[in-house]
């Protein structure tokens, strides 16, 4: 018997369906450009679909946060583009400082990001009590930002990649990439036997599996993977609309609509290169940092963990950017555990560089060349040697 | 390796862990043996407080001679033996186990070198509406409250759905509550008498096990308790609490007045532990389950981890005694211990030997493939999150959903406080009828740690153990 593979041509061909491929399979379609995006699991079954569920601006670096901006108006039109909120709720983000030098980087991070207008405001002393009364008394004030929120990553996700396929897009799950060619004009992505896409353009958002990919075009980056720990508490009554986080990291929790708490902090393990988990150890710390920050928590339950596979770059920003050396290729990937607020900008952004070639938003600080040898430098180190003689 | 040096851990103390635990003892091995009860024996055997009077006789009947040797073995081993009642197995990484003590409320971790895991099984539940109302209890727990604290689940008592323990739960019921005024008031089986007259050639197997389902059916017969075959429940009513079921012949309904009802379809095992510890799991199209692989001895797909008794396949409590003590067996030679041969290989014809009646017993009480397409939309499947069968199916089809964790991340089903442990059947029923799909293609809730609910501040107590500074993200 032989099989006959399903050749499949088209505009744009992406790699991976986690929120960012899904997010620009969407864009490119309202662009009314084809896509066809291959998923090798579940669209936002992996990291896009289990990660904490923050929508949250504040605390990312000034370089994110044009993108960030674009992305928050794509949240607020979340339910007109994908056909839910998603629990999507701009409840705020305060971010916990724990001592006097916390609230000083609080307050510099504030004055550093007022051009872009997040609305912050420093709360501390009886302020603070008043407001949140539930707080561990270790918080000796926060950073309030109101319009940051909280979104339901298990329905987020894949309703990007649903909303693409209403929209026209080709969106094949359970089908993974097997081998990759390109041949200077059109790449050619396959899954086995049974599908070959073509297109003279490829995103690759493989999230932390997108290295294998990039290398293979000659852009091999220092990419890792990483697995937050996460916990989630049985339904409690609801007192907290905010996300919390921590000056300085280490916890992070907030309280879904149901009444769960999300918790999460620390590492898990990596069970292969597919699988994570929360191991005892990270379950533990959580625990004591959960009842140090909230102490109601104390008499809670667990219900269960989980981890996740993200990547990361030693810089902890992604590559946001067009290949260096192959003409049509696009990467989006590396988002260091913080993709989930930014996905749905970096998707417009991935459609723009697919189809125009670059993009509207700033992204020079997410560059791919920041990873690979520089040719410039190269060059100049021989005229200097050269120079010496 | 030598006996001396193996560190075996037993999970469970009913009928396989005992065994498991006395042949290693046979062996000079010293082993840990750690039960979620307060008092050994599992569910079957299920053993009252200490300061309750009750005989063998009285809480046990025909079983009593069982109950009696297991739970004089393991009260006879104590002193070889690192007994642990009281102790929940939360959590399993290669290696070792995090337990709960429920008494003190501390967690600990134990270490394994060897694990034989004897976790048993639970009621298999397929809702009926009007289930979540007080009142309503799972056959297993009818027959707990009567074996374990002595009290009925009500007065006037309804036992629905099939399989063995239908007919011992009702035996037991209306034996018990001759004396004390608890009558009950039906016994409805969804299984036909036709399932029952063609599973008899299997079942003549075992004709002495036979002969004590049909003597519970007769018992019930003779002393005027009604006796439905082929019923379909179609609902349980009552405002505040249970007052009657209504049920169909498939002709008409009928309303049976009660104040309390006991349901179940068999049993299903309890295998988180196994799929924690990475066991490799297969669809078993008799028992209608994904399970944990196991050889004829009980080896899983990971080296040393064992696999005894209802945990991993229902083949009930005389199977788990000889699967437990072959599964030590097993662990022993594995690490160069002599065992009895001919004695390993005895056990493993007997366990052989059940299964024609095992499948007779399929037979007889067959599980109800019907059941996801009466359910209707508005039937409660998730009672923890309360997810309706209509929410599942509409899932299925707006959102394309084809495979168990996918229908969880997006419904909740199984997402509360029992993770899937009593609603994972009922909706992967819902999810195959809803898809068209093979019950054996929509996939298994992944295993999650805790296995139970575990209280934040005891694994806070673990933390200082294991205290490594947490990484900053998201």
Known sequence: MTTTTRVIDTDVAIVGGGIMGASAALALRRKGVDVVLLERDLCGSRSSGVNYGGVRRQGRPVSQLPLAQRAHQVWANLPALIGTDGEYQRSGHFKIGRSEADMAALEAYANLSRDFDLGIQLISGPTLRERCPWLGGRAVGGSLCPDDGQANPRLVSPAFALAARRAGAQILERTPMTSMEHDGKLFTVRSGNAVAVRAPVLINCAGAWAGTLAAQFGEAVPIHSGHPAMAVTEPLPFFMHWSLGVEGGGIYCRQVARGNLVLGGGSGVALDADRARSERSAIATLAVQAVELLPALKNAHFIRTWSGTEGYLPDRQPVLSKSSTTPGLVHGFGFAGAGFQIGPGVGEVLAELARDGRSTTPIEAFAIERFLPDPQAAVVEVASTAAAH | ?474
């Open chain 2, 1 to 474: 390796m030598t006996a001396s040096t193996l560190q075996p851990v037993i999970v469970g103390a009913g009928p396989a862990g005992i065994r498991a635990a006395q042949a290693l003892v046979a062996h000079g091995v010293r082993s840990v043996v750690i039960d979620e009860a307060a008092r050994s024996g599992g569910q079957i055997y299920r053993r009252p407080p200490a300061h309750f009077a009750r005989s063998a006789q009285t809480l046990y009947g025909t079983e009593a001679p069982r109950a009696t040797a297991l739970h004089s073995t393991l009260d006879g081993l104590t002193a070889h033996i690192d007994y642990q009642p009281n102790s929940l197995v939360w959590n399993a990484q290669a290696g070792l186990l995090d337990v709960l003590h429920g008494p003190t409320q501390t967690t600990r971790t134990v270490p394994y070198g060897q694990l034989i895991v004897a976790s048993g099984a639970t009621d298999r539940v397929l809702p009926v509406p009007g289930w979540t109302l007080p009142g309503v209890y799972t056959l297993g727990g009818a027959q707990v409250a009567l074996k374990f604290q002595g009290c009925t689940i009500g007065r006037n008592v309804v036992l629905m759905g099939t399989g063995p323990l239908l007919y011992l739960v009702a035996y037991q019921y209306a034996k018990a509550g001759a004396k004390a005024g608890v009558k009950v008031a039906a016994v409805l089986d969804t299984a036909r008498f036709g399932d029952q007259l063609a599973a008899l050639p299997g079942m003549l197997t075992q004709p002495a096990v036979l002969a004590k389902g049909l003597y519970y059916v007769g018992w019930l017969r003779a002393h005027g308790v009604a006796v439905h075959t082929g019923v379909r429940p179609v609902r349980v009513e009552g405002d505040t609490r249970v007052n009657a079921v209504v049920w169909s012949d498939g002709q008409a309904e009928h309303t049976v007045p009660c104040d309390a009802v006991g349901f179940g379809y068999a049993l299903r095992s309890e295998t988180q532990l196994a799929d924690l510890l990475g066991c490799r799991f297969a669809w078993d199209p008799m028992h209608r389950a994904h399970l944990p692989e196991r050889d004829g001895a009980g080896r899983t797909s990971v080296a040393g981890v064992y696999l005894a008794g209802d945990g991993a396949g229902i083949m009930g409590a005389d199977a788990a005694e000889w699967a437990g003590e072959r599964a030590a067996l097993a662990l022993l030679a594995d690490h160069g211990v002599k065992v009895d041969a001919a004695r390993a290989a005895e056990l493993e014809r007997k366990l052989t030997k059940l299964m024609p009646f095992r499948q007779g017993l399929e037979r007889a009480f067959p599980f109800p493939t019907d059941w996801a397409a009466h359910a209707p939309d508005a039937l409660v499947v998730c009672r923890c999150e309360n997810i309706t069968a209509g929410e599942l199916r509409a899932c299925a089809r707006d959102a394309g959903a084809d495979e168990m964790n996918r229908l969880k991340a997006l419904t909740r089903v199984g997402m509360g406080r029992c993770q899937g442990r009593m609603c994972g059947v009922a909706a992967a029923e819902i999810l195959a009828q809803a898809t068209g799909k093979p019950i054996d293609q929509v996939g298994r809730l992944r295993g999650q740690a805790p296995i139970k609910p575990i209280p934040i501040h005891l694994q806070a107590q673990a933390a200082a153990a294991h205290d490594t500074p947490a990484e900053a993200t998201a």
